[in-house]
């Protein structure tokens, strides 16, 4: 393999020349050249000038079983070489794709049985907009076509999953030239440090889901076909809700004939210490977003599973007009099949909620403890988000352009760390295989990153 600063000098005369990059300011990434990263083991990912980064984003949020498995590389060259590919249009598809659907319903919660294949977070999310609009078509209501999001709530990037998610106040999603799709609409998120004032997170928790029953009841209840949210917000800055919040959308979508649907692509498959986020917080879904963690991002595929009832609909309501090419593509589904197998063989779900997830909280909420620049410490399991505060003593938040965050994740890159600047607040969501060495690890490195980037603040 190729390293050292000639073979990075030349990669990044390329990517400036040719690439478009997500998310990303084209004049910012001219002046600091790209990241590029060239191999992965375990928790750590090398750069390709041979620096060794500890991965505190897992990826992008997916690589749940760590880096360099060979045994999911194996499946992918043997699925490759017996059947490459087919589809799942009309009447065909492929054992991989079946074995995965049966493997699926075993590990998602009792009730969500029927499963729809895509390739990312976003297609599934549009998928799930149009085949709920079907699905209360079909049912004999077809009013029922307005969705409700939440503020700083992430589905993803095509025109219907932006305009369900609720980026506006932060990155701005809602501007790039075009206005949201009608039929939007948008609640508050349940961020009691930052909107609870003096109520306690008990009663934040009531009146934050009370915005939704007020948007049902504002909308009409037979015009509002779902609601969806993630268990914890994730790309919105770590936004973990107050006991009680699900519970109560729950109850408020039951109620008012609302599809409770989850986005499950960052909390599934173990991140909060339970297979689906839903698990965590007690509530049953009628309908879940599942991707990253899927195949831990080895091969690009999401599912959206179906209740019953939404099945039955949908398969008795003609020729569903709706798929990908690469829906249920056989080589990502033996590779997401081998994950969800070393997902369970080496407990990684029950290790999080009982091992590293709890000394991950213990350590990360110490910080927050202890540092001057951290106001609060948020997520469950191997998720946390960190508040940083212009005053944490008089909670005075840093303004939103502020650039602190950034050069804290400088900083921690620089110092061999990959942690993540959402707005305000520093994120990690490491692989689930990550050690208690490796959190010490990442630890350390955090607090270099924070006394580093307070210095810069004067705050002491
Ligand atoms: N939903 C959630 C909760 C996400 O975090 C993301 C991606 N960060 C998406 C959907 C979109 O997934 P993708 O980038 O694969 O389209």
Redesign the pocket.
Known sequence: MSIGHNYTRELRQLDDRHNIHPFCDGKQLIERGSTIISRGEGCYVWDSDGNRLLDGMAG??CVNVGYGRNELADVAAKQMRELPFYNMFFQSTTPPQISLAARLAEVTPDGLDHFFFAN??????DSIIRMVLHFWKVEGQPTKRHFIGRNL??????MA?VSIGGMKPMQDMHAAGHEILPGFHHIGEPHWYRHGGDQSPEDFAKSAAAELEDKIIELGAENVAGFIG?PI???GGVIEPPAGYWKEIERICRKHDVLMIV?????GFGRLGEWFGAQYYGVQPDVM?M??GLSSGYL?I?AVAFNSRINEALRSGGVLSHGYTYSGHPVACAVAEANIDIIENEGLVERTREETGPYFNEVIGQIAADHPLVGEKRGAGLLAGLQLMQDRGSKTFFEAGSTAAIQCRETALENGLIMRAVGTAMVLCPPLTITRGEIDELAEKTVMALDATAKVHGIK
């Open positions: 992008l949020w990312s977070g976003s297609e599934a999310n709530g992430y589905h993803g990037s095509t999953a993630e917000q994730g790309a986005d499950e692509v960052i909390c977003t991707a990253k690009p999401s």
